[in-house]
Nanobody, 130 residues
Framework: QLQLVESGGGLVQPGGSLNLSCVASGFTLDDYHIGWFRRAPGHEREGIVC????????NYADSMKDRFTVSRVNAKNTVYLQIRSLKPEDTAVYYCAAAHRERISPSKCVPNLMIFDVSWGRGTQVTVSS
């Protein structure tokens, strides 16, 4: 069973940082692009970034380029998302999702909900508050 599990969320003060993890089980990440998304209270799910299966391509949503950094260690079956200078409006549930490289070429690895059809995690809550 293909499964993604996010972790690393929590309560953090404005200006702080967090490192989120997305761990795959039941499959190896080598063949999958990974996207990070978030859903804030009362909002639709929005894309943050896509990282290609080998990490060679990263595409961020325009509003996410400054404070978010994605990385991956396929040997650990893990993808990371670092968030810096956290703001209250970053409060959301953060999700990761997978798309197979044979269906989506690396150049089309973008944080678009529609391309991630393999697996979605249940999310990790990030709350930014003083």
């Amino acid at each position: 069973q293909l499964q993604l599990v996010e972790s690393g969320g929590g309560l953090v003060q404005p200006g702080g940082s967090l490192n989120l993890s997305c761990v795959a089980s039941g499959f190896t990440l080598d063949d999958y692009h990974i996207g990070w998304f978030r859903r804030a209270p009362g909002h639709e799910r929005e894309g943050i970034v896509c990282i290609s299966n080998n990490g060679g391509v990263t595409n961020y949503a325009d509003s996410m380029k400054d404070r978010f950094t994605v990385s991956r260690v396929n040997a650990k079956n893990t993808v990371y998302l670092q968030i810096r200078s956290l703001k209250p409006e970053d409060t959301a549930v953060y999700y990761c999702a997978a798309a197979h490289r044979e269906r989506i070429s690396p150049s089309k690895c973008v944080p678009n909900l529609m391309i991630f059809d393999v697996s979605w995690g249940r999310g990790t809550q990030v709350t930014v508050s003083s």
